[in-house]
């Protein structure tokens, strides 16, 4: 994989050398790759949301007899709000969630809600150790996993969970930090 041409996948789940700027990104700091999880490892959630839909249509059917159509279209609407705002904060969550690699830098931003947010950095001199794991069908097939990015000293070790390619980010971080050990 050339880091040095741009290129970006399937929802910009994996982006070499994306037009990509961030809040606290130095005069020469340049973005290297930009990742976020899988978009199938998000399946699970948008099931979840479909199977609610079509059992709220069911149900419909059968409270009809012990409801009152008033009553029934503020239960229904009311019902499909949750469902929508549990997707939707969802898609944001994953959107949001999102792994950058700089040539200074490691930066881990984590959504945990709407209103809260967790940004986890460490520079690449204080790398010490890059850990792949992939295990499962759809891991394998579908060529995502974790990573796990061990720092120096007391500083709090980067994730990023659900990646795809993992093998070859574990690659452009070798690179990157061999290169910073070289100069």
């Known amino acids: ?6 290129s970006h996948n399937f929802l910009h789940t994996f982006c070499i050398k994306p037009n990509f700027h961030f809040q606290t990104q130095g005069d ?13 490892s998000q399946i699970p959630w948008l099931l979840n949301s479909i ?23 503020f239960a229904f609407s009311f019902s499909i709000i949750i469902t929508i705002a549990y997707g939707w904060l969802n898609v944001l969550i994953w959107f ?25 950095e460490a520079r690449l001199d204080r790398i010490q150790d890059v850990t792949e794991k992939a295990g499962g069908f759809f891991e394998s097939y579908l060529d ?5 990015i061990q720092t120096a000293g007391g500083e709090q070790n980067i ?13 452009i971080i070798h690179n990157l930090t061999e290169r910073g050990r070289h100069q």
């Open 96 to 120: 949001f969630n999102v792994g950058i690699i700089t040539n200074e830098r490691i930066i881990d931003i984590d959504f945990h809600a709407v209103i809260y947010k967790e940004i986890t």
């Open 159 to 171: 994730e990023f969970f659900d990646v795809p390619y993992p093998a070859s980010v574990v690659k």
């Open 51 to 73: 199977f609610i839909l079509i059992l709220l249509i069911t149900l419909s059917f059968f409270i009809s007899g012990f409801l009152n159509p008033i009553q029934i279209l």
């Open 28 to 40: 020469h700091e340049e973005v290297i790759l930009v990742v976020r999880a899988h978009p199938f």
């Open 1 to 6: 994989m050339d880091i040095n041409k741009p």
């Open 144 to 148: 995502y996993g974790n990573l796990f």
